[in-house]
């Protein structure tokens, strides 16, 4: 199987000339779930074990404004909150990591629960993502799972593939986009029909308690992946 693919930001992909960008793609202003508005759900059906649901988070940073100064070495993390407000503002990385100094003190700069999960889960995915491609896949499976959570967000809710889209857009990632397929399928994000020639995302975030892969999944994964699988029935 031969496929034209090309690289634009750390996110887009071009597969045969149609490019694709994540559906939650970091390199945007908003982190918001697409709205399905109009679209109807069909090709696959099963899913995992709902969950309990929630909102998709946002990272507001101008409403969580405190008037104190802390140091720049507050946490190691403290570079993804800096990404997060640029995203979120549009500002550039001296003028965000400038305005978190001022108004955030040290002892809150990761005490909101999603800030912290969001931040370690890019920092996870910004280790192997660059130019658009995979540099690496992980043997280390609490580490696996956050680029499995990331690859969740090529694919639209309420959407059906055929298995050669799904293939095409894991290719232009990692070449052993077979292995990714079935990962996604193990982890509850792809369900497939029994003939395997329909893919789409699970209509619900799985259930993880009393798996074996509990442990294993991303907190960003509870508070966020409901809200996102969502939008299609939203």
Known sequence: MAFSITFGSDCDIKVCGVTHRPALCPCDSSKQAPSAKGRKFSGCTGSPKAGAGTTEPSIDAAARVRRKSIPATAHSNFKKLVRARMEETGENYTTA???LLKTRPTTDVLADPREQAYAEHRTVVDRFLQGGHL???PSKRRTRAHLLL???TYFEPGRTYTE???NEILAALWQDY????REMVEYGYLVRTAD???YCLATRAPDREGTVLAAEAPAWEA????GYLAAETM
């Open 223 to 226: 508070m966020w992946l409901p």
């Open 196 to 198: 395997a020639s329909a």
């Open 178 to 181: 077979a292995f990714m397929r």
């Open 164 to 166: 050669k889209q799904v």
């Open 150 to 152: 990331h690859l969740v």
């Open 135 to 137: 540099t690496s896949w």
């Open 97 to 99: 990591r400038a305005a």
